[in-house]
């Protein structure tokens, strides 16, 4: 049985869209849905999805054709040692509800993953340990990666810490 | 000694003429210019012909900061606390354009130019700057410090 299929057969609605574009599965699933998703997939025999590969996001604010649709799409990129095969999930949120469950429960390497999403796209992660900014200095305002973000900005310089 | 084989020189000069010999650099290496600094450094180029031979690693025993490569906003600060721990006189050499104008990162995390944060000597454009034009930098920079008012 397909990923896909199983991931289906499983949890049904949650999963509001697929595609297997070239054998590289994809599945939209909804956000309430995500942890049992995302634990079914690591603690699963046939799944086994132990390493997260990555875990990025995509602003579709001015993306042609979804400019009206939820902003931001969160990306887990799985990948499963014992089975060599991988498996893409992502989660949809709105832009005035960027807020996705944490998954560094899961996989730890999610902690700083997940903080280097928020400093560049400001999506929050609920039940995350520490999410502070990862890659800017803490006195950047604004979320530099964000389709928004005007590309020469300028913000005052910081100074040595004192 | 013969007799009249003796010459007469300012004090100033004969200083300047000293430090321009003996340059102590602090190389602030962050990106790709480092490649073509340790180009420049090695035995091929011979930096060693203008007493500039020998790089410290801190700058407290430095007089040159020579800085090679992007300086993003968080490296900033860094950038200007080693500036401020070396000793007079020092002099700073922007090696590289994203050290002279921040380049072709017109971001959100480049510096743009190190001259925002810390006074520049002299300037070496290039992306990244030939050998030659960083010893040209460096035959002028030699130029600025023996021309200096000294203060003893």
Not at chain 1, 53 to 61: E, F, K, N, P, R
Not at chain 1, 137 to 152: A, M, Q, T
Request: aromatic share 12%; hydrophobic share 40%.
């Amino acid at each position: 049985m397909s990923i896909l299929a199983e991931l289906q057969r499983r949890f049904g609605d949650a999963v509001v869209e697929t595609h297997d574009h070239h054998g590289d599965p994809t599945a939209v699933v909804a956000r309430d849905a995500l942890l049992a998703v995302l634990a079914h997939c690591r603690d699963d025999a046939a799944l086994a999805f132990d390493v997260l590969m990555d875990l990025t996001a995509v602003d579709y604010l001015k993306f042609p054709g979804r400019e009206d649709g939820p902003r931001f799409e969160v990306v887990y990129h799985l990948y499963s040692l014992a089975h060599n095969h991988r498996l893409r999930l992502k989660v949809r949120r709105d832009e005035d509800d960027p807020n996705v469950p944490s998954a560094v429960a899961l996989w730890p390497i999610a902690n700083w993953l997940e903080r280097e999403v928020w400093d560049m796209f400001g999506v929050r992660f609920e039940g995350h340990p520490d999410l502070r900014r990862l890659l800017m200095y803490e006195e950047f305002v604004g979320h530099p990666l964000r389709k928004d973000y005007p590309i020469n900005r300028r913000q005052p310089l910081i100074g040595p810490a004192s | 000694m013969g007799v009249g084989s003796f010459f007469t020189s300012k004090l100033d000069e004969a200083i300047g003429w000293a430090r321009k010999y003996s340059i102590f650099q602090y190389p602030f290496v962050t990106a790709c210019c480092g490649m073509e600094y340790m180009a420049t450094a090695c035995s091929h180029y011979d930096i060693d012909r203008f007493g500039a031979g020998l790089p410290r690693f801190s700058p407290r025993q430095a007089d040159v900061l020579f800085v090679v490569g992007t300086i993003s906003h968080k490296m900033a600060p860094v950038l200007k606390r080693v500036y401020d721990q070396m000793t007079e006189p020092k002099w700073v050499v922007a090696f590289g354009v994203c050290t002279c104008t921040g380049g072709f990162y017109d971001n959100y995390a480049t510096v743009q130019g190190i001259d925002t944060i810390i006074p520049v000597d002299v300037y070496i454009p290039g992306c990244p700057p030939r050998p030659e034009s960083v010893i040209d930098g460096l035959m002028k920079l030699q130029d600025k410090i023996a021309a200096q008012a000294q203060r003893y």
